[in-house]
Nanobody
């Protein structure tokens, strides 16, 4: 059973930092790319960052230079280090993986963790 569990969200002042974690289980973590998405109030969910199986990364233009995605295959965990946070970074952050399950590609999401950037 595939599970993704996020943690690390909270309230932070503009310019501050947070580190999100996504602990996974139920699949061969090292064999899959992992992503972070976010959804702001009243807006659609958007892709924030992706890390490939080999450690390659991609970022949304809005977070480039401020956010860093990384993975620890020994811990089956993906991280999102967020620096220089802005109020527009506020939203629910979700961990995502597309996993081959019983010969079908299925989308898996965590429950989300709230990030609020406000003074």
């Amino acid at each position: 059973q595939v599970q993704l569990v996020e943690s690390g969200g909270g309230l932070v002042q503009p310019g501050g930092s947070l580190r999100l974690s996504c602990a996974t289980s139920g699949f061969t973590f090292s064999a899959y790319g992992m992503s972070w998405y976010r959804q702001a109030p009243g807006k659609e969910r958007e892709l924030v960052a992706t890390v490939t199986t080999s450690g390659g990364t991609n970022y949304a233009d809005s977070v480039k230079g401020r956010f860093t995605i990384s993975r620890d295959n020994a811990k089956n965990t993906v991280y999102l280090q967020m620096n220089s946070l802005k109020p527009e970074d506020t939203g629910v952050y979700y961990c995502y993986a597309r996993v081959l399950t019983h010969w079908k590609w299925l989308d898996y999401w965590g429950q989300g963790t709230q990030v609020t950037v406000s003074s």
